[in-house]
């Protein structure tokens, strides 16, 4: 069975640090990945999706960027970490093998202080 | 992405009530899915809609698609404390990406 794995569960960062926030997914070959963000209280903003390694889209310009050095692995980052970028980050998986359905992990809270 | 309006944004049920929440689009979607996160949690899939005018039962959820395929709800019976959360609806979009475009959604809270 397929499973996502997301870490660290929980993250306190000062402005102006570096973040790098990892996912892996396991089970299953070259799956659509997804990075999610959800302020307190609301509804989830796709940031990034990937089709394949080294494909990354935007979809919302800012101070995060994505990558994917391999298959199941797609990582988050920051060079320098604002305020505005707290939230509840979430990794998801989806595609054609997953019957357009997505599975998120756990997430990441990360406080910018 | 497809936009869709979820109403109402939040909800306070009774335990035993019943709850209804609506998710509205200006245009034709092609097909929507629902998610439920319980608080503190991670969004996970309920239920995919296809077909103009389908409903899907699970347990004490209905859920329908609308006939011009522009909403879609999701009706609970008899509400109970385990519904406690947050539904989103979410248009997917295949084209590739295979994405989904999550609106709102409406956050339940159920008194026991």
């Known amino acids: 069975s397929q499973t996502i794995h997301q870490w660290p569960a929980t993250l306190v960062q000062p402005v102006g640090s570096p973040l790098s926030l990892e996912c892996t997914v396991e089970?299953?070959?070259?799956?659509?990945l997804y990075w999610y963000r959800q302020a307190a209280g609301r509804g989830l903003q796709l940031l990034f999706y990937?089709?394949?390694?080294?494909?990354i889209s935007s979809e919302v310009p800012q101070n995060l960027s994505a990558s994917r050095p391999q298959d199941r692995q797609f990582i988050l980052s920051s060079k320098k970490l604002l305020l505005s970028d707290s939230g509840f980050y979430l990794c998801a998986w989806g595609g054609a093998l997953a019957k357009n359905i997505q599975y998120f992990g756990a997430g990441t809270r990360l406080s910018v202080l | 992405g497809q936009q869709v309006m979820q109403i109402p944004q939040y909800q306070h049920v009774q335990e035993g009530e019943d709850f209804t929440t609506y998710c509205n689009s200006s245009?034709?979607?092609?097909?929507i899915q629902w998610y439920k996160q319980r608080p503190g949690g991670h969004p996970v899939f309920l239920i995919q809609l296809v077909k103009s005018g389908e409903v899907k039962k699970q347990k004490r959820l209905t859920f329908q698609f609308g006939e011009a395929k522009k909403n879609s709800s999701l009706h609970i019976t008899a509400t109970q404390t385990t519904d406690v959360g947050t539904y989103f609806c979410?248009?997917?979009?295949?084209?590739?990406?295979?994405?989904?475009?999550f609106g709102k959604g409406t956050k339940l809270s159920v008194i026991p």
């Open positions: 979410a248009p997917f979009r295949r084209a590739g990406s295979y994405q989904l475009t």
């Open positions: 089970g299953t070959s070259n799956p659509n």
């Open positions: 245009t034709t979607l092609s097909n």
């Open positions: 990937s089709v394949g390694i080294g494909q």
